[in-house]
């Protein structure tokens, strides 16, 4: 274990044997940290939180403190960071708000400088936050989508996988599985590159096309549109999609951008 002289280390706090901890790093409470990881000068790790193998924070990172929620009293809850997850300067991730509730980002994530994930977000694996992207409280991100700079979360909204969210982006409403946005946060089309490079088989990504088309391009109100994409949906990519339009909605499904060739009926989305 390398931990620098001026790093106050809480007598509280489990760090395996080959953690690296950098100057003026604080790790206050009940901190565990696994194999591998390494902390750049300057961090602070607080609370109940822990960091799986292989993690890397950044100078100014802060992770596991308390809400920005003022119905938060100092209660019990959690912050769990995955396994080769990068954090770059100054990202900050906070603890749920609701006693032991947990924030998680998942593993391989790359949030990247001035970010910040409120209480109670749930990012999946290979999730990446460009610089000053901000989470409001109980988002959740599915696996490998990607938000650009800039962009803001609205609190409670769910982001599928493999989305692409663009730059300076505003996201109020949950965003399906493989959809790009505009920047105010309505569908103008699929990530077809994201689909590739996943590996999505060509069997797939036609089915994903066929079902936007269904959804977003015939006339039928939304959810008489999902019942009919249900239908046709047969890959597992395909049934992903549907799954998650089928999934409890706070905020309403994003519609379809102006420039596309409808908003769709029962899409909640605004004008």
């Known amino acids: 274990m390398s931990i620098h002289p001026t790093a106050l280390v809480d007598g509280k706090a489990e760090l395996d044997a080959d953690v690296e901890v950098g100057p003026y790093c604080v790790i206050d409470g009940h901190v565990r940290i696994a194999a591998g990881c390494r902390l750049h000068h300057g961090v602070y790790v607080t609370g ?11 100078p100014g990172v802060i992770v596991g403190h308390e809400p920005q929620d003022v119905k938060y009293h100092g209660e019990r809850s959690y912050c769990r960071i995955g396994r080769r997850t990068v954090l770059r300067e100054h990202v900050t991730i906070h603890r749920g708000t609701i006693p032991d509730s947990e924030t998680v980002v998942g593993e391989e994530c790359f949030l990247l400088a001035g970010s910040h994930v409120a209480h109670n977000c749930r990012l999946g694996r290979g999730v990446t936050l460009i ?18 700079g800039g962009a803001v979360v609205h609190q409670f909204v769910r982001i599928g996988e493999l989305t692409m969210i663009p730059g ?5 409403m949950d965003v399906p599985p493989f959809a790009m946005l505009d920047f105010v946060g309505r569908v103008v089309g699929l990530n077809r590159v994201g689909m590739r490079r996943a590996g999505m088989t060509g069997e797939e990504r036609d089915e994903i096309r066929a079902l936007y088309r269904t959804l977003y391009g015939s006339s039928l109100p939304f959810r008489e549109a ?46």
């Open 131 to 148: 610089n000053n992207v901000l989470l409001a409280g109980h988002v959740s991100i599915e696996d490998r989508a990607t938000l650009g």
């Open 226 to 271: 999902v019942d009919r994409a249900s239908v046709q949906a047969q890959t597992p990519a395909g049934r992903r999609l549907i799954a998650f339009l089928r999934e409890e909605s706070r905020r309403g499904i994003a519609g379809a951008s102006h420039g596309a060739s409808r908003t769709p009926a029962g899409a909640h989305g605004a004008d």
């Open 48 to 58: 109940w939180t822990e960091l799986g193998p292989a993690c890397v924070l950044h």
């Open 168 to 172: 300076n982006g505003r996201v109020s």
